[in-house]
């Protein structure tokens, strides 16, 4: 007789441990070539995309902008280290939850608060809202809604800068909830035949919606790369350093190689997968271990125990920081919405080719 269904299969109720974080790297900030003065920017900016977040959550429940709002809090180190490590031109496509990596990137707070609040000023002139943010002069190709869709899209930015001989790589971040997708698979076997220069990661924040990563994927994320032969490693998302340490050496190899790499970056999100997600599917008690591993916290840990920075100028920091965002949130506030002339503007990528410069 057939085995009766079991886990994985049949619903049980059981709250299922989403991530297993690797250990982090004993290097430290001058061991990776970070400066001293550089520290205290690199936490402006984590705290910055933290508490626009907060904001942004705060406004949403105010009713001041509608749609979706999927935060990426917890996750800050991601973008932080991705923009540390990368240079300006290189290319970084991403999924829904956008915001940190926007904000990482440069594009300010006030189109980013704009973009939500569908105002004009926004950095997709507020026609895109939350999960689609972009900024095509600092090369950051959004913002993409349908899970997987844009991982060919990464390839491609690929194979325009290796066609075009710049020397600029790509980096393409998906969720966990991605890694199951045909375009996934597809976009895989090109960009290994044809050695393109991008950097995959899946930011397995441990749950797709509500369900675990392991009722959801089998075996190790990272391994999908070595039924292509592709190079693939994993990485501890909830720490700077660490994701400096692995991004730098993964960045400098495809550069070289032209060959990609799929880099699985184990991390965790505080917050629901959207703001109508109350989260039941986990326990409070990994949310308090997560929060242990905070990124921010982390990093002014470290400053202050290595005398960087005292505590009065952190406080200066976040202040500055707190006042920016209330400044970003008048000044979407007191924007316009786009004219309606604008519906049939901006949807399709400019007449002249090469696209993408
Ligand atoms: C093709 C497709 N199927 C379903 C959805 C609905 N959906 C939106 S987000 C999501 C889960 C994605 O989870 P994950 O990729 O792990 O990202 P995370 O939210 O954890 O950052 C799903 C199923 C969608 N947007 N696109």
Redesign the pocket.
């Known amino acids: 007789m057939a085995k009766k269904a079991e886990d994985g299969f049949t619903p049980t109720g059981k709250v299922y441990k989403s991530t297993t974080l690797p250990k982090p790297t004993n290097k430290n900030h001058k061991d990776l070539g970070i400066k001293d003065e550089q520290l205290p920017l690199i936490f402006r900016n984590m705290y910055l995309q933290r508490r626009f977040e907060e904001r942004a959550a705060q406004m949403y429940q105010k009713g001041k902008f509608g749609g979706f709002l999927?935060l990426y809090i917890g996750q800050e180190a991601v973008s932080a280290s991705t923009v540390h490590v990368l240079n300006d031109d290189d290319d970084i496509i991403s999924?829904?939850?956008v915001h940190g990596m926007a904000l990482a990137r440069g594009t300010s707070p006030n189109a980013c608060m704009a973009e939500l609040f569908g105002k004009v000023t926004g950095c997709s002139k507020g026609k895109g809202g939350s999960m689609h943010f972009f900024d095509v002069e600092k090369h950051f190709w959004g913002g993409h809604?349908?899970?997987?869709?844009h991982i060919p899209l990464g390839a491609g930015l690929a194979m325009a800068n290796k066609y075009q001989g710049n020397g600029r790589i790509a980096i393409c971040f998906?969720?966990?909830?991605?890694v199951d997708?045909g375009s996934l698979n597809e976009t895989f076997n090109l960009a290994q035949l044809w050695k393109l220069p991008v950097i995959f990661v899946v930011?397995?924040?441990?749950?797709?919606?509500g369900t675990a990563?392991e009722r959801h994927s089998a075996g190790q994320l990272h391994k999908r790369g070595e039924a292509y032969d592709m190079k693939n490693g994993v990485a501890n998302g909830m720490d700077f350093f660490s994701m400096v340490d692995t991004l730098t050496d993964i960045a400098k190899e495809v550069r070289e190689t032209n060959e990609p790499y799929f880099l699985e970056v184990k991390t965790y999100?505080y917050r629901g997968?959207s703001m109508s997600d109350p989260g039941n599917y986990r326990t409070k008690e990994e949310l308090v271990e997560f929060r242990s591993f905070d990124p921010i916290e982390r990093l002014k840990t470290y400053m202050l125990e290595h005398k960087l920075i005292t505590k009065d100028e952190i406080k200066n920091i976040e202040d500055e920081v707190n006042q920016e965002v209330l400044d970003a949130i008048d000044f979407a506030e007191n924007s316009d919405f786009p004219p309606a002339s604008d519906l049939y503007e901006h949807v399709y990528v400019q007449e002249d080719f090469p696209f993408h410069t």
């Open positions: 999927h999924a829904y939850r809604a349908i899970v997987g869709a998906f969720g966990d909830g991605a997708q930011e397995n924040n441990g749950y797709s919606m990563v999100r997968h």
